[in-house]
């Protein structure tokens, strides 16, 4: 079992930066691939980004690539994403995942290959 707990979310305006993370709790932690998503209101959940249980492999969606970096501290059992020129498309509820993995390098990047997920927490883009 896997506990994920995000933190981070608020409200900014369009342009600035924020940085989530997800602290991870459990057994195994560091052989668990973990990833991003994000649901907007009426909308369907849908994938940010993904990242390997070493570090090593990451992939973004094409809507935010360039602007955001999923990275992981396996130390400190956290992983983030740092999210910068924000825009008002990019308000959502932010949800944190994560899988066990034999593979040290692959990264998933479907709702249906995760396990477990963390609670959400709520960023808000508005001028």
């Known amino acids: 079992q896997v506990q994920l707990v995000e933190s981070g979310g608020g409200l900014v305006q369009p342009g600035d930066s924020l940085r989530l993370a997800c602290a991870a709790s459990?057994?195994?932690?560091?052989?668990?691939?973990m990833g991003w998503f994000r649901q907007a209101p009426g909308k369907e959940r849908e994938f940010v980004a993904a990242?390997?249980?070493?570090?090593?492999?990451?992939y973004h969606a094409d809507s935010v690539k360039g602007r955001f970096s999923i990275s992981r501290d396996n130390a400190k059992n956290t992983v983030y994403v740092q999210m910068n020129q924000l825009k008002p498309d990019d308000t959502a509820v932010y949800y944190c995942?994560?899988?066990?993995?034999?593979?040290?390098?692959?990264?998933?990047?479907?709702?249906?290959?995760?396990?477990?997920w963390g609670q959400g927490t709520q960023v808000t883009v508005s001028s």
């Open positions: 459990g057994r195994a932690v560091s052989a668990t691939a």
């Open positions: 995942a994560a899988r066990y993995s034999g593979s040290s390098t692959a990264y998933y990047a479907t709702a249906l290959d995760y396990n477990y």
């Open positions: 990242i390997s249980r070493s570090g090593t492999g990451s």
